[in-house]
């Protein structure tokens, strides 16, 4: 295999694939996972994604209600965190949810009805390595376990910084490098053996959920990642820790 065709290579969990079939399969693994999406997420963190999401809203300054605020999620899934912030801020901030997959955000859009939000959110199917946002037009951008599925991680990280204002945070919340004693090796034990059986028994699924736990050990380390998001031009960039690493909240800003 030579330099080239290394280039043009990259991982599926645990299988090496062309970059291009994996935005394919990708989208596959979560037209497949939509309908059980977020009563899964419930049974395999046994509610404790919903207290990471709220961290990583609880992290965001209070904003100014007098100013237009533009929030941009990708990888918005099924609106988690953009109707958190929703709920939290006034009339005068909006969110743009852009998501590769559209049962995803089919599903968002219904929240949206629900909740009485439609006027203050709106909806693009969107690759986030090549979004369809104008440069340095959005004041946040959050992202919640999706960084991890895109094909060239960097790509989308220079999408990110591009979009943003001058003075503009971007928060990503990740699954990460576990760094506490036995945690790791219970963890391990659960996300390999307990995690693809949910998959196959309440959604059918067994493929998919093998894959996402796969992706996982694929992401990089806190300081890695850290250094990835420098890498492309941010400056002040945190990381925080939850459940001892199993998540981890990065923060960065284009100033």
């Not at 994996?22 to 693994?29: A, M, T, Y």
């Not at 690759?127 to 004041?139: G, H, R, T, W």
């Not at 990110?160 to 503009?168: A, N, P, S």
């Not at 307990?194 to 796969?214: F, H, N, T, W």
Request: glycine residues 6%; proline residues 2%.
């Amino acid at each position: 295999m030579n330099k080239n065709e290394n280039k043009d290579l990259t991982h599926f969990g645990n299988v090496i694939i062309s970059k291009q079939e994996k935005s394919i399969k990708v989208n596959n693994v979560f037209s497949s996972v939509s309908d059980n999406y977020d009563l899964m997420n419930d049974i395999m963190s046994i509610g404790t994604h919903r207290l990471w999401k709220d961290a990583m809203v609880n992290w965001i300054s209070p904003i100014d209600s007098y100013n237009s605020f533009c929030h941009l999620d990708i990888a918005g899934g099924t609106g988690d965190i953009a109707y958190r912030l929703l709920n939290r801020f006034s009339d005068n901030f909006s969110s743009h949810i852009v998501d590769l997959n559209p049962e995803m955000i089919n599903f968002a859009l219904a929240k949206a009805e629900r909740e009485n939000f439609s006027e203050r959110i709106s909806f693009t199917v969107g690759n986030a390595e090549n979004l369809p946002i104008k440069s340095n037009s959005i004041d946040l951008v959050t992202i919640a376990f999706g960084i991890r599925n895109v094909v060239t991680i960097e790509n989308a990280l220079r999408e990110v910084f591009r979009v943003l204002k001058y003075g503009g945070r971007f928060i990503c919340l990740e699954f990460s490098d576990v760094s506490v004693p036995l945690l790791d090796k219970i963890y391990d034990y659960y996300s390999f053996n307990v995690i693809p059986e949910l998959g196959r028994i309440i959604a059918g699924d067994l493929e998919s959920y093998q894959y996402l736990v796969e992706s996982i050990r694929r992401f990089p380390n806190q300081k890695t990642f850290c250094e990835m998001i420098e890498g492309v031009g941010f400056d002040n960039v945190k990381w925080r820790n939850l459940s001892g690493g199993i998540a981890t909240l990065h923060s960065a800003w284009r100033l």
